[in-house]
Every structure is written in C-alpha cells, then in structure tokens.
C-alpha cells in the first residue's frame, strides 16, 4: 500500500500535536496540585516573568501574590519557594527534603573533584556521617568555648592593627575583613594563618568571591545545560572551569601537606582528625586511599566496612573547600552590613558602645564565655542578621521523592527555597522591617526577648553547620572594632546618599563602601 507525501506529512503532524497535547494536558493536571505561582510557559516556565538579575526581588514579589507556599517553574527544574518561618521548620525538619538538587555547575564540580561532593551539596550517608564527624570534632575543638575563642581574638587584634594602620583615612574593610575571618577558619580547619599580602591567599578569596556570585550566564548554564555549546558562553565556561581547578589545587596542596607532616596523635585542626579517624584503621576505605600505611603508621583494615564507609579520604578536599567557602564569604558579609550600619545609625553605635564600656571596659576584647551582661550589643549583631539577610534565598533543598507538603502535591526532585531575606524584611513579623533598630529583640526592661523569626542559619536537618563559629566570630570582631573606633562615612558623604540594596548573588553583600575607623580616646 503506498501513501502519498501529504498523507505522511499530515499524519505526523497530527501525532507531534497529540502528543504535545498530552503533555500539555498532563502538565495542567500536575500543576493543579502544585502550589500557586505565576503563569507557567512552556519550556522556559516562569523564567520570563521573573527578574533574572534580582531573583531575591522576584520571589519577594510572587511571595506578597502567592502566599506562604509557591511554584516557580524555572525551565524543567520546578522550585517550591516557602515564605512563612513556621512553614520552613515544617519543611526543613522532614527527612523527604534533606537532599540538594544537583545541577550543571555542581555537577562539573564533582567531576573535577573525583567524584565527590563535599559537604555542602552531598546526600544519604555521605552527607549524614560527615555532617557529624565535622559537628564532633567542632565541638570537641571548643567552637563557641574558650580554646577556639582565643583564637578569634588573636586574628581581631590583627584586624584592629590593620584598621589603625588607615590613620581614620576613608577605607574598603573587603580584603582586611575577609582575611581576618579567612585566618580564622584556616586555622581551625588546617592549622594555617595566611599573611594578609599573601597572593595565592588572595587569589584563593577572590576565587571564593567568585563562586558566590549569580550571573545571566550562570543561570542559563545551571537551568538549560545544553547551552554550554553557544560560543556566548565559551568565556563564562571557562572562568568557572578555571575558578574551580584553582580552588582545588590550592586545597589538595593543603592535604597533602598535611599528610605528609602529619604525626599520629596530632589532633589540633580538622585535618588532623581526619587523619587521626583514617589511621584508626576503623574505616576500610581510608587506608584504601593512602596505602596500607600512613606516615609509616600501618592502618587497619579490620572492621566492619560498612560503617562509616563514606569517609574516603577523596572526600576530604572539597569538604574543607565547602567550610572555608561556607565559613568565610558568610562572616565576613554579616560583618561589613554591621559595620556599615553603625555608621548609618549612630545612636545605635553610641550605646553599643557605652555598653562595652560600662560593662566590658575597653582593655579586654569580649568573647561569648565569657558570659558578660551584653543584651543591647547581643540584640544589634540579632538586628544586624536580621537586617542584612546575607543568604537572602537559603540553600536549596529538594525533595527525595514525591510526595505532598502544606496540602499540595511535591513532585520527586523539586526544589525547596527558603525565601529568608523577604521574612525577615516582612511586616507580618516585624514592626517596620526596613527600620535598624536592635530593640525589637528586647523586652520592655531592656532584657533579651526570644527572635522566633530569625533564622538565617535556616532551621531543621540542614541548619548551617558553622553557626556556632560564626556567632563567635561575629561577636569577637564586631565588640573589638567597636570598643577601639569610632565608624563615621568618609567627608562628604551622606547617609541618604548609601544604597541599601543587597548585591545580587549566593550571599547578598552591602554595596561597595568606605568607612573612617576613627580610634576612639581612653
Ligand atoms: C553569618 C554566618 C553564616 C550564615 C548566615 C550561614 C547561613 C547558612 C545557611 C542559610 C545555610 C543553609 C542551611 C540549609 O540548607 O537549610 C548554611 C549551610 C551551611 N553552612 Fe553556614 N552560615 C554562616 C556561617 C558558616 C560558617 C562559619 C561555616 C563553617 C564553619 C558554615 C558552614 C556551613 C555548611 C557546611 C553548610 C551546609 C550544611 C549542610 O548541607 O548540611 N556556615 N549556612
């Protein structure tokens, strides 16, 4: 029997549109049990309706139209953007959304890095035994004690000496700020303290800075793969491929430094106990990747290999890139809004200040042992957090299967997005959110009131790992600038005249500015 071109050609036309048809049918019925959100397109979903280079602003937007619960198809990727606190905990704390979806760039990331996922964007067991061990051995440190705190007070004094070196001369804290926290991790993760001048050091900072920020071209990368073959990509391709390689050399060379130096028994960094769990010998595949021995000590192949199987010691490089990435951009971030909020508000900066004199003096730089009576200092670094909102959308999480949340159908693999910086900048939890003002987090006898809202280290299973440090960190640095300087805009400038917008990206930085550190008299 033979068909003539017309009969082929209508009868594959006529499939292609049925066929479209009932995905386009099937996809109405999916999305009915979705939450509600903004008009979906095919192929590119929401993406057309949202501001590419605000997505903060977009969700804040779709949030006030939305409600508590809403969709955003971005391309195939689906993400499910939660705007109330009570709801996150909800979410967060369900065993269903502990996974991190993974995407093109995370991807490339875990090629590079043979084959493994660090801390941040690992899963199952992985994720779960290494989560621990880091929390352990945190708190075995003393992080948010006294041992770790000296530390932190150590890099402060640096800090300050490098402040009183402007001579109150207008100055960009970025790079003497960032290295100061920088010093601070290292040193708990691998013992390190860089100096400040340092080039691959600074390299390594900018290369961080980098991997937190959010371009078109990132975007398009991550949501539509494929497009990695546009020629208009070649240059964004090749930054990411670069900024990796180097993040990755720099700490594969502190590994194996450390192994090489390593003596059994050294416990005083986090490499040092991941050493010390290898040559333990417990843990099969450990020994497996350095050899019977390490350091010329025999390691054990005894025990059961199925306990804490993850522990390659392949791992360990990204998951000391993921804290130093975690750990340094975030602080340093949280402290430049502090800073630049003392000098937009300096009523608040006076009485922070009066504080730390009547009650801490100004020959001591406080750490959080040592328990002093601080609440209005306590409720402004509350302010600043809340404030500041430096990871403004949290860190994705996704769903591990399908399954149904707040009434509505969650498909297997979409993403769930912590709308943090619109809840903390939300009138119905705040009293005028755009106001700086640290008494909203004290009683009415100036005592310290619980900030049920103010979760930007997020809630739940995934809660940020360094939070302790952080806080620590924070209150150190924060109490020592302010007991030592006063912080005034340079001549000339005006409060009106400093932007308030966040800068777009993973953590959300004040726009570049200076400030004069003027030492204060005794
Ligand atoms: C002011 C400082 C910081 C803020 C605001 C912050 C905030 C956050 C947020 C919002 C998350 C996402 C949690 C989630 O997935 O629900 C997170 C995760 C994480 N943070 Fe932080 N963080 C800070 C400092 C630190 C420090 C100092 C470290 C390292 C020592 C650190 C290490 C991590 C890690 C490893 C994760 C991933 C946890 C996981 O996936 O299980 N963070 N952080």
Known sequence: MAFDNATVTGSIVLLL??????????????????????????????????DLNDFV??????????GSVFTSQLGPFTAIVLNDPAVIKEAFSKEVFIPRPQFWSIDQRRILNNNTRGIVFADGETWKEHRRFILQTFRDFGVGKSGMEEKIVEETRH?????RASQSRPLDNKVPLSTTVANVIAKILSGARYEETDPIFLQ???????????????IILDVFPWAKYFPTLNGTKTKLFATQR??????????????KNWVPGKNEDLLDTYLTAIQSGQYKSFSSTFGSTLNGVPCGRSLDPSIFFSFQATEIPLILEDLFEAGYETTTTTLRWGFLMMCLNPEVQAKVQKELDDVVGRDVIPKPSDKYHLPYFEATLQEVHRFGSIVPLGVDHCAAEDT?????????????????????HNDAWWDQPDKF???????????????????????????CVGEALAKAELYTIFAGVLQNFSLQLPPGVTASSVSLLPTTGITADTKPHEICYIPRGK
């Not at 602003?57 to 939305?66: D, E, I, L, N």
């Not at 149904?404 to 993403?415: D, L, M, N, R, V």
């Open 246 to 259: 180097r993040l990755k050399e720099f700490m594969q060379a502190i590994c194996e430094d450390h192994r």
């Open 57 to 66: 602003g977009t969700f804040a937007t779709w949030a006030k139209r939305y």
């Open 17 to 50: 549109l049925s066929t479209l048809g009932y995905w386009l049918y099937r996809r109405k019925v999916a999305r009915r049990k979705l939450p509600p959100g903004p008009p979906c397109l095919p192929f590119v979903g929401t993406l057309l309706s949202a």
């Open 204 to 218: 390594y900072l900018a290369d961080v800075s980098e991997t937190f920020s959010v371009s078109l071209d990132k």
């Open 159 to 163: 800090f300050i000496r490098a402040l």
């Open 437 to 463: 003002d640290p008494s909203r987090f004290l009683g009415p006898e100036g005592e310290r009131r619980a900030a049920e809202y103010l979760i930007p280290f997020s809630v739940g299973k995934r809660r």
């Open 404 to 424: 149904t949340f707040a009434g509505y159908s969650i498909p297997k693999g979409a993403w769930l997005t912590a709308n943090l910086r619109f809840i903390h």
